[in-house]
């Protein structure tokens, strides 16, 4: 999942072939086309990504804290702190992201019950929304 800014997506949360891990990460800018991973910010898992099992991956940026929380089956596996956050105004992409201007990055595997809301979601709800109940978003 991802959300597209006019070059690159301003975050990505999926998987890491080359970590074989899971990751939440957000791109330094999105002013020109950037290559390699020179300025991204990676919350990696500690669990590593397996063939064939579901897993709920929830990613948080927290503006307030300048922090990115990954957690995979409603457990915390990292936090990273973040200091170049930007507005990417683009679409949601579901199951791919953006790159130097083009949509790539397609996931291969079954994707399923996305969830995105306005907001750093407390515990509380992070481990409703694991349970399968929506979060209370008034409290």
Known sequence: MSQAGQFQSGFHLGYQG???AWVFKMAPHDD??????DGWTYAYSTTAARLGEWTHLTGIYD???GELVLYVNGFEESRVAVDHAWHADGPLRIGSAQHSGSNTYHWTGDIDDVHAYRGALNDRDLNRVYAGVFPDTQS
């Open 32 to 37: 020109a086309p950037t290559s390699g991973s």
């Open 18 to 20: 080359s970590q074989g």
């Open 63 to 65: 503006h307030t804290s």
